[in-house]
């Protein structure tokens, strides 16, 4: 490819994974709206129900595998980045204070990059990334905790953040494979989606379950009555189709699309962000107070992705 044609798609590949990065800011303060009405495995299910459905009507045809093994690979995607990842995160919410699940979600490029080490042979960790990725962690520390004294430790809800930033790293892993074998994007990811819903289906099973009714993050409940009031609320359905198709149709594959163009240890670095985004849109839209800390945290986590992603200046002759 051309000069020209690299640019264009390092280009195209930054202004996804900015907008992405922006969507996936809000959905934490759409997730904690509908945490009141639902619990984490309906917001799941009925969000990437609607995200498959989505992914069918912007590409109605079906898409041929290759081989039967790559198979293999979007079952993994859609256990690691969907079933798994998704539902820990929306349980941690649901169990610990948002500051700490930003800090530790925010985590994930650390693991992307470990992993794609590991199992890729790509050499990303180095001082400068690790200096970077301090300072970008600090920064979200000060994002999150946004004049906060006090930082509660809920070990349920800590460890499922933590064990969700690892899910996404080998999420990554399994979709840089994808993204390898030139597959579409589109029908791709709702492939991907497809088996994150049949993973679904076991949790679907237990949370029916009277006994589990109570239990507000695996309870699915059956009530006509119940249900013709969460989803007669106007502000619920809102949200739910901002998760389902902004979030999850549109963003899953144009993340993709930006991994395939950049890198996926590259962009996976712009999740440091998603805290930042997440507390300004927070002060325009609920009216939340942003602090000199907040300030100063959203100042650093920008500059350690620089630092993070700064390559330094080639010397003359090498």
């Not at 948002?98 to 794609?116: D, G, K, L, Y």
Request: aromatic share 16%; with cysteine.
């Amino acid at each position: 490819m051309n000069y020209y044609g690299n640019r264009t798609r390092t280009a195209a590949g930054v202004i996804l994974a900015a907008f992405t990065i922006f969507v996936w800011g809000i959905t934490f303060i759409c997730t904690k709206y509908l945490l009141r009405s639902f619990s984490a495995l309906e917001i799941l299910i009925v969000r990437f129900c609607m995200a498959y459905i989505g992914l069918w009507i912007l590409y109605p045809h079906r898409m041929p595998v290759y081989k039967r093994k790559h198979e293999l690979l979007f079952a993994a995607d859609g256990l690691f980045g969907v079933t798994m990842y998704q539902f820990m995160e929306n349980m941690a919410i649901s169990y610990t204070s948002a500051s700490n699940v930003s800090i530790i979600v925010s985590i994930c490029p650390i693991f992307t990059a470990v992993i794609a080490q590991l199992f890729l042979g790509e050499k990303h960790i180095n001082i400068r990334f690790f200096t970077g990725f301090a300072i970008a962690i600090t920064g979200i520390a000060f994002v999150s905790f946004n004049g906060t004294a006090v930082l509660k430790l809920n070990p349920r809800g800590d460890f499922l953040a933590l064990a969700a930033s690892v899910s996404w790293g080998f999420y990554s892993l399994f979709l840089s494979k994808i993204n390898a074998l030139g597959y579409k994007t589109l029908p791709a990811t709702r492939r991907i989606f497809f088996y994150a819903l049949l993973f679904m289906i076991p949790l679907v099973l237990t949370g029916i379950r009277p006994r589990f009714i109570a239990d507000r993050n695996i309870a699915v409940n059956l009530s006509a009555a119940v249900n013709l009031e969460r989803f007669s609320d106007p502000l619920n359905c809102i949200n739910l189709l901002f998760l389902g198709l902004a979030a999850s149709s549109f963003c899953f594959a144009a993340w993709s699309l930006s991994c395939s163009y950049l890198g996926t240890v590259r962009v996976t670095a712009g999740l440091y962000l998603i805290p930042v985004v997440t507390i300004v849109f927070a002060f325009f839209v609920l009216h939340e107070p942003v602090t000199l800390m907040g300030e100063g945290g959203a100042l650093l986590t920008i500059t350690g992705l620089f630092v993070s992603e700064w390559k330094g200046k080639k010397l003359a002759g090498h």
